[in-house]
């Protein structure tokens, strides 16, 4: 009995560490890792931060597709587009949670403003909206 201050200071550092370790990433974290999706071109890391349904528009197309149509889609896009870089240019929040990212694409061929949205969804923070326009 005489370790039980000593027993209930590692309870609480390990119970503080699982919760860290556990913890939902925020929006913040959600964008710089799609951010990092984009840069390597990379559809399938990408359509992991899409919701079920993607309001998607990007030259072609410009509606609102299931997840794995919207992989599909930016595959298609990053075939035809190769990144030479991505950059956020613009991030910010609103009071009900949601997360935008603005951003500047440089292909081989084009330069692309892209726009997410990202809002959380049962604890997850996911892709509500995509938007790809030439700049």
Request: no cysteine; net charge positive; proline share 4%.
């Amino acid at each position: 009995m005489k370790n039980t201050p000593t027993r209930l200071i590692l309870l609480m550092v390990s119970a503080f560490l699982w919760i860290s370790f556990t913890a939902v990433p925020g929006p913040e974290e959600t964008a710089a890792q799609v951010a990092s999706a984009i840069q390597t071109s990379n559809s399938v890391e990408m359509s992991k931060y899409f919701n079920a349904m993607v309001d998607l528009t990007l030259p072609g197309y410009d509606d609102s597709y299931s997840k794995a149509q919207a992989g599909q889609i930016m595959k298609e896009f990053f075939t035809l587009n190769a990144v030479k870089s991505f950059k956020i240019t613009r991030q910010g929040s609103s009071p009900d949670g949601s997360h935008y990212s603005i951003g500047s694409l440089e292909t081989g061929k084009k330069v692309f403003r892209i726009y997410f949205l990202i809002k959380s969804v049962n604890g997850q923070n996911l892709i509500h909206q995509l938007q790809v326009q030439e700049n």
